[in-house]
């Protein structure tokens, strides 16, 4: 069972990060196989698709599906229903895209005193959670969803985002 992630780079201020990008995918979805319910992810092999974009694009892509005329700093977009896993026998499962706006991802590492390449893999990481069903619309779903997170960045060698005396890179 692999995972080909499809990273698109269509901003230039995008540092050096396809490893970094990969190594996050996949320390989610293993996280995510060792820990979610049966049937949340599904078997075999999966496609991701992840694309470095900036505010422009992302502003756009929220005003047309979430109604919302501004930039955000990562949007997902499912293509897995768990209800609906009629993917032939030995194709692949697309599980969705991630996209990310740089410019307001730039401003939020900056802002938090935290190194872009960090943020950029716990945005990565949130956004792949969305595409297998995991939100923060309530209290309760939001304490699950960012303790996976943490653990999963943790297992990269990445402090708590969440935490407000995480150290600070230099």
Not at 60 to 77: G, H
Not at 88 to 96: E, S, T
Not at 123 to 147: N, P
Request: charged fraction near 25%.
């Amino acid at each position: 069972m692999t995972i080909e992630t499809a990273i698109i780079v269509e901003h230039d201020g995008w540092p050096d990060c396809r490893d970094l990008c990969l190594r996050a995918v996949d320390a989610a979805l293993a996280a995510v196989r060792r820990t979610a319910p049966p049937g949340t992810v599904p078997d075999g092999d999966l496609d991701v698709s992840l694309v470095l974009s900036d505010d422009a694009t992302v502003q756009d892509l929220n005003k047309t599906w979430r109604d919302q005329d501004r930039p955000t700093n990562v949007l997902s977009f499912p293509a897995y229903d768990p209800d609906q896993p009629d993917t032939p026998k030995g194709a692949p499962v697309l599980l969705g895209d991630i996209v990310l706006a740089f410019e307001t991802c730039a401003a939020e590492a900056e802002r938090d005193g935290i190194g872009l390449d960090d943020h950029l893999a716990h945005l990565v990481i949130h956004g792949f959670l969305h595409l297998l069903g995991y939100d923060h619309q309530t209290d309760t779903q939001a304490d699950a969803m960012e303790s996976l997170e943490t653990a999963i960045l943790a297992a990269m060698g990445i402090a708590n985002p969440y935490k407000d005396d995480r150290p600070q890179d230099v």
